[in-house]
């Protein structure tokens, strides 16, 4: 990858993002995208119970996460070398025309089980790529001190849009059935492209490191030191810290294992640049950085110790005390709210003081309401407890994810997302199956307390690491 000149973001924009148009029009289409999604998947379900058995509709609906878990790394090397706004409107694109020639498809004939599984495939092939780069498109519409609060207003679109798309795609199947769903789904994406294309960006000037005397550059700590000499070039990666040194002759990049000669400007060739090598100098940068490496690691624990007993275990829970499916719905809806105010005080607020602390601080207490969730004697209050529930993890996560946008190098946003999604989407969906086998082992009360155990590690780690725990948000 050619070596990136990154000049410091302006500390404010004098208009916050909740204001901006730019921002504003990201937002929109981030939403629309997001509903359209919520379509597609509700009229996928629908369409692969009737046209197949339960465990073949099952089948048809997690094949997609096999092409992401698996191309989400290569994808968040795209978003960076091909620029984040480019990634969004070809994936925006695709999907809208996959989902529209479907829609068409089942119109003209009847859905068959390997059409829909073919969509599948190629929504999760296109998320691979998605979803790194819409981690790395904020920080190139807005400055660095507003990223907090688009944080929290993504939060809050995430949020409308699982309101909004569930019974929008529950009426079209109604109306059309399941092509009039689709049909629906490709129209709402649709809507997110030329949003896409009037958004300006930020974009980061690049440069060869041959000739950026006086420059600062991304190094595996976001430091760099810049230095003239005579003869040749050389940068070295050492400790942490880069340094160049710029003059006639040729160029050598050291960097352990990496290290390779190139031929400098003086010959007209510049330094070669594979995906590869992209790929592991993302992952070092990340695993030498002395708060994305824990903060990784501590939202890892506390997906891995979430979503079992907040999706498969709230339904078994539900039906051991007969809540039933109107209760369970009322004991989410209680999480759903509670996550989206946490998402609206950050949009609204825009800062929240001591990120990292408070953030370790809300994974425990979190942890916490999760293991008494399986002790609660009723269904109102077990939605008092989900609201808890969603207010602290909705806290933890967008404090988390805020973290993750303003202490990562915007030249390594694409590879950071994508190591962050892995974790969330490819990681954490693992201990579904086994919350399942563990309560019918054990019971709820022992596996929501162990999970509530994993969760609140993640605190307990962000806590100990002194950087991650000192960490602030831009003012």
Known sequence: MTTTVIPPAP?????????????LRWLGAYASSMIGDNICY??????????????????????????????????????????????VIGSDTVRCVAVLALAALLFATSPSLWLLALLAVVFGTVDAVFMPAVGALPARITSR?????????????????????????????????????FGLAGMLIAVSVPLLISVRMRELPGGDVDGAVGASAPSDTGHARVAADTGHARVAADRGHARVAVGTGHARVVGGEDSEDVEGAAQGQPARATAWRDLREGLRYIRRHRVLAPLIAAIALGDLGFV??????????????????????????????????AALLLAVRGRLPHAGRLAAVAILTGSVAIGALAFVPNVAAAIGVALLVGLLAGLSGALCGALLQTQADPAYLGRVS??????????????????????????????????????????VLALCVGPLRRAELPA
């Not at 990223?147 to 795609?169: E, H, K, S, T, Y």
């Not at 078994?316 to 709210?337: E, I, N």
């Not at 989407?425 to 054990?442: C, D, E, F, H, R």
């Open 11 to 23: 500390a404010t924009t004098g208009r916050p993002a909740h204001r901006d148009g730019n921002v």
């Open 418 to 459: 994508a190591v962050s999604g892995i974790v969330s989407l490819g990681l954490a969906p693992l201990s579904m199956p086994l919350t399942a086998a563990a309560i019918g082992w054990w019971g709820t009360g022992p596996v929501f307390v162990t999970s509530a155990g994993v969760c609140g590690l993640g605190g």
């Open 42 to 87: 509700l009229a996928l379900s629908w369409a692969a119970v009737q046209s197949g058995t339960p465990a073949q509709a099952g089948l048809v609906m997690t094949v997609s996460a096999v092409p992401r878990a698996l191309l989400m790394l290569g994808g968040g090397v795209v978003a960076d070398r091909f620029g984040p706004r480019k990634v």
């Open 308 to 341: 079992g007993p907040l999706n498969v275990g709230l339904t078994l829970l539900a039906d051991q005390r007969g809540w039933g499916a109107s209760g369970m719905g009322w004991v989410l809806a209680g999480f759903g709210t509670g996550a989206g105010a």
């Open 145 to 181: 001190d507003q990223l907090a609060r688009v944080q929290g207003m993504r939060g809050l679109a995430i949020r409308c849009a699982n309101v909004i798309g569930a019974p929008l795609g529950g009426l079209g199947v109604a109306l059309g059935g399941a092509a009039a769903a």
